[in-house]
Nanobody, 116 residues
Framework: QVQLVESGGGLVQPGGSLRLSCVASGFMFSSYGMSWYRQAPGKERELVARVSTNPDSTYYVDSVKGRFTISRDNAKNTVYLQMNSLKPEDTAVYYC?????????WGRGTQVNVSS
């Protein structure tokens, strides 16, 4: 059974940092690209970042470039999203997705609140 479990969300002040983790199971993690999406209240879910099977091949939406870093550890079946210089507009539920362009599975999400 394919499963993705996110963690690491929480409340942080503007300018702060968080690191999200997504632990995968039930499929050959190293064979798939991985993605992070987010959904803010009243808005559609949007792609934030993704990493291919090559850890050096990454993509970021313009709004997070230079602030967020996606990485993967195939030995731990885990993908990370390091988020620095957080802004109130980064407030959202963050979801992990197995798949680069395709969708293998979604996690249930972790809430990130950026507020003073």
């Amino acid at each position: 059974q394919v499963q993705l479990v996110e963690s690491g969300g929480g409340l942080v002040q503007p300018g702060g940092s968080l690191r999200l983790s997504c632990v995968a199971s039930g499929f050959m993690f190293s064979s798939y690209g991985m993605s992070w999406y987010r959904q803010a209240p009243g808005k559609e879910r949007e792609l934030v970042a993704r990493v291919s099977t090559n850890p050096d091949s990454t993509y970021y939406v313009d709004s997070v470039k230079g602030r967020f870093t996606i990485s993967r550890d195939n030995a731990k079946n885990t993908v990370y999203l390091q988020m620095n210089s957080l802004k109130p507009e980064d407030t959202a539920v963050y979801y992990c997705k197995a798949g680069y362009f395709s969708t293998i599975a979604w996690g249930r999400g972790t809430q990130v609140n950026v507020s003073s």
